[in-house]
């Protein structure tokens, strides 16, 4: 069974900072990877999808890997600031069960 | 676009009440999930459909739960009777095809049964 792991589970930071959020899976049989936004009382922002196939992707102040032979992604956010604050969740599609597994997330505050 | 609509948005109920939650996906998708999210177990998959079918419904606790697909804007998620244990926030996503595309959120449903 898929486990997602983030670390770490909470981070602060103060503004202008670069930082990098884990995020380990368990099978590296995946079809891909996806990173969310959550707000506080609200939904899931997609942020970035990466495929199997594909190294990293990028949008914006974001950039995330992905090194499928070793279970790790990361997400890499540049400059950070206090409208980052959020908690970014990680989500592994497995080939056979085309549903995500989400890791626990890590609560992300930029102080300014 | 309006993107996945859920309600109601909040709902409160006493326990061994029936409990309905409502989602329409985006227009063309074809795939629809629901979700789970607790503090305890984080986000969890309890079933999905695609093309209105359910593939796997591994996820749904107990047979208190079930969910039903009549056409591709509509989907329910039912708990009959309700217990204290499934308060939670239930999402709803949707997807143009079942993979390797991003999955798009509802906003939720928070469900606490008193």
């Known amino acids: 069974k898929q486990e997602v792991t983030q670390i770490p589970a909470a981070l602060s930071v103060p503004e202008g900072e670069n930082l990098v959020l884990n995020c380990s899976f368990t099978d590296s049989a995946i079809y891909n990877l996806q990173w969310f936004r959550q707000d506080p009382g609200k939904g899931l922002t997609s942020l970035l999808l990466?495929?199997?196939?594909?190294r990293e992707q990028t949008s914006g102040r974001l950039n995330a890997s992905l090194d499928k032979s070793s279970g790790r992604s990361t997400l890499y956010i540049a400059a950070s600031q206090p409208g980052d604050s959020a908690t970014y969740l990680c989500?592994?599609?497995?080939?056979?069960?085309?549903?995500?597994?989400f890791g626990s997330g890590t609560r992300l505050q930029v102080q300014p | 676009d309006a993107g996945v609509i859920q309600s109601p948005r909040h709902e409160v109920t006493e326990m061994g009440q029936e409990v309905t939650l409502r989602c329409k996906p985006i227009?063309?998708?074809?795939?629809l999930f629901w979700y789970r999210q607790t503090m305890m177990r984080g986000l969890e998959l309890l079933i999905y459909?695609?093309?209105?079918?359910?593939?796997?419904d591994s996820g749904m606790p107990e047979d208190r739960f079930s969910a039903k697909m009549p056409n591709a804007s509509f989907s329910t998620l039912k708990i009959q009777p309700s217990e204290p244990r499934d308060s939670a926030v239930y999402f709803c996503?949707?997807?143009?095809?079942?993979?390797?595309?991003?999955?798009?959120f509802g906003p939720g449903t928070r469900l606490t049964v008193t």
């Open positions: 227009s063309g998708h074809n795939s």
């Open positions: 459909f695609n093309n209105n079918v359910p593939i796997d």
């Open positions: 996503a949707s997807s143009p095809v079942l993979a390797g595309v991003e999955q798009y």
């Open positions: 989500a592994v599609m497995d080939t056979g069960r085309r549903a995500l597994t």
């Open positions: 990466i495929q199997s196939s594909q």
